[in-house]
């Protein structure tokens, strides 16, 4: 029995809400495969910085602490 048999008859079970939430999961897989970088980057194990830089460049112009901008915290905790 191939992969996709044992899939209908496992899903042809199931009361139709969880047919519905099996089919929004496969759906999700799908979008998520579509979201992988075409040049074959793979996001597995790298930091959120190192993908955003992947897509928009270094993020290397802002302070490495905003506290050092004394307009930041202008008006916080003012009442």
Same mark, same amino acid.
């Given at each position: 029995?191939?992969?996709?048999?044992?899939?209908?008859?496992?899903?042809?079970?199931?009361?139709? /809400?969880?047919?519905?939430?099996?089919?929004?999961? *496969?759906?999700?897989?799908? &979008?998520?495969?579509?979201?992988? @970088?075409?040049?074959?980057?793979?996001?597995?194990?790298?930091?959120?910085? /190192?993908?955003?830089?992947?897509?928009?460049?270094? *993020?290397?112009?802002?302070? &490495?602490?905003?506290?050092?901008? @004394?307009?930041?915290?202008?008006?916080?905790?003012?009442?």
């Amino acid at each position: 029995m191939t992969i996709e048999q044992v899939w209908v008859e496992k899903l042809r079970s199931l009361p139709p /809400d969880q047919q519905q939430e099996a089919l929004n999961f *496969v759906e999700f897989l799908q &979008a998520k495969q579509q979201r992988l @970088p075409s040049n074959g980057t793979r996001w597995h194990g790298i930091s959120a910085l /190192d993908a955003a830089r992947s897509v928009m460049g270094e *993020v290397g112009d802002a302070p &490495a602490d905003l506290s050092t901008n @004394p307009e930041y915290m202008a008006g916080f905790g003012e009442s």
